[in-house]
């Protein structure tokens, strides 16, 4: 394809410009070393700082890949993998993830819905499964086209359909380079038969770093794909598009075509003018790579993408992620650095002297205690008014799904008369989990912002008691203070997760007895439409308790841990500050003679802290905000 006018992709900006060590894993392991050296007594940090370096290990950058069927959205995955692991779009998928990722070989791990353990797949389950007898049997197939065998059985309506193998999710690891900055997640597709597809995409896509849309130049782009580009603008932090089967197009036609999407996408869709769109040739990239072709790989264009993923995308998410751990890691050496120079002062000043300040810190210690209890209290406060919140949210959704409901078996009686209650009770328990996840999702992030909101509050006020304890220490000892940074390293990607509604038994089958058949038509009407209206409002009570149930245990299962978490937060300070003071005259009274060849290992402790800090971007005199 070569270079052209058309492409809209962005330049890599130096917009970054908070300092990040290069090599964070590294100064974060020999941090960790060193802290877990020092006892028992800093044991707490070495688990903190391996916390932070597992977090680090995890963050890849999360790509879900959008797009209607037969826009050559698997192609595209098949050729930035490098050979055909994706089923092509003319099986119909069913509404499952698919989380490809990286590893040394090929693989797949099937995730239920229900308690069953996890199902690995790879080399070597492929030969302890191996039928001679049946064709196709494992020893008669690639390791690639085995691999794609065993996926179609999980995620395609074919072999799953409506998912009967009550699959939660497919995790397939792969080799391909791109994944190891990259995991891609390939979702189903929109615009289907299947309309809850769409559906499920949506509701995930809040999840994910970002989304790949693929149109193509033929046919021209869909109301059903405007539609749901609109939907999904605002429920995903970075967007970006390509214009595949561009292969198909002379230079004319594909600048034309370009203009076309792009001018269609801003007007109609409101996406920024900078949004970066590719025109590419899925179908050409994919041979390319399977014949090592460098030439045709490059005429592709999906170079452009691959490039923007890693380079780009991956690389911003990379500096983010870093600098929230490399901060988290600065507190926790200046922490530990803190309680080293709390022991060093306490051994060096006189014992009156020391239990004298040691009684006056005592009383901010008091004060913290108290403000402690008062946020806890805040926080139970909080959790009531939030599951209030749900208890009114679930009572207004009554009425309006019963009506709903209502609406769709009325229409289905009326197109059906001759099987009028089969009829209708079919339509009811198929639009039951489509209506009801949505419902489920829309509650979560109605009560996740509500959460979100009343947490960081209160989150706040223990990072300002934690840096008044510190502060405290730091002047009533005479020690130099290092300004609390706070802030906290969260897992802020949950992965897409799908509900499934069990539609067994959502009806108790009545059958008509024999005067019920004498009966006029009307009359005969207005009875199985009472018993549908009945069965239709137990159906609707029992699964709005089913929302209920789930999201309360969310809720306090979210408030437990933030409570735990803000309480370890300041436990561990308090230990770090009082604890090692009290530590220090106890054992003062006890081994005074010790107490000089201890000072000397802790200044050797405290340099060594000193080192790590400075590779971490710390300079002395400056503040908090420019150590970055």
Sequence with gaps: MGENSYSSEPTPETEFRRFIPEKLHDTLNTGKQLVGAMGSAYEIYAQKLNELEQRLSEGRFHLAVLGQVKRGKSTLINALLGEEVLPSSV??????????????????????????????????????????????????LSEIEWLKKQLIDFVTEGNNPNNEKEVLQVEV??????LRDVVIIDTPGIGSTYLHNTEVTINFLPQCDAALFVVSADPPITEVELTFLKDIKNKISKLFFVLNKVDYLNEAELANAFDFYKKVLIK???????????????????????????????????????????????????????????????????????????????????????????????????????QRIHTQDILNG????????????????????????????EKVMLESPDDTENAA???????????????????????????????????????????SIRKTASEVFE???????????????RKPYFVQYDQEDLFIQISPNFIERLMPAKMREKRVKERMNKQIDKLVLRNLENIRWETLQNIDTTFRK????????????????????????????????????????????????????????????SSAEKRW
């Design 268 to 370: 109609e869709v409101g996406i920024d003018p900078n949004t970066p769109i590719f025109p590419i040739s899925a179908r050409k990239a994919l041979q390319a790579k399977e014949s090592n072709d460098i030439q045709k790989w490059n005429e592709s264009n999906l170079s452009k993408v691959s490039d923007y993923l890693t380079n780009f995308l991956a690389h911003e998410k990379d500096i983010v992620l870093k600098d929230a751990i490399g901060r988290k890691a600065l507190d926790i050496f200046n922490q530990t650095y803190l309680q080293i120079e709390l022991e060093i002062r306490s051994l060096e000043l006189p014992l009156t002297e020391l239990e004298s300040r040691l009684s006056l810190f005592e009383k901010k210690i008091v004060e913290a205690e108290q």
């Design 562 to 621: 933030f409570s735990s978490s803000l309480d370890n937060n300041l436990s561990m300070t308090i230990k770090a500050t009082h604890g090692t003071i009290r530590s220090s005259v106890a054992e003062r009274k006890m081994h005074e003679e010790n107490a000089v060849d201890k000072i000397v290992k802790l200044k050797n402790m405290a340099l060594d802290i000193q080192n790590v800090i400075r590779l971490l971007g710390y300079r002395e005199n």
């Design 91 to 140: 099986i119909p998928l069913t509404a499952i993830p698919t989380f490809i990722q990286y590893g040394e070989q090929r693989g797949l791990k099937i995730k239920y819905l229900d308690d069953r353990a996890d199902v690995i797949l790879n080399s070597e389950s492929r030969h302890l499964t191996k039928d001679k007898d049946s064709p196709g049997s494992p020893e008669d």
């Design 382 to 409: 909080d959790r009531k008014r939030v599951r209030d919140l749900l208890e009114e949210h679930i009572r207004g959704l009554q009425t309006p799904l019963c009506s709903r409901l209502v609406e769709i078996s």
């Design 479 to 493: 020690i130099p203070y290092h300004a609390y940074i706070g802030g906290h390293v969260y897992d802020d990607r």
């Design 425 to 467: 009770q079919k339509a009811v328990a198929d639009a039951i989990p489509e209506l009801f996840k949505h419902e489920l999702d829309s509650i979560s992030e109605i009560m996740d912002k509500e959460i979100a909101v009343r947490m960081k509050d209160q989150e706040q006020r223990i990072d300002n008691l934690v840096e």
């Design 173 to 178: 690891t792969h080799p391909a380079p791109i």
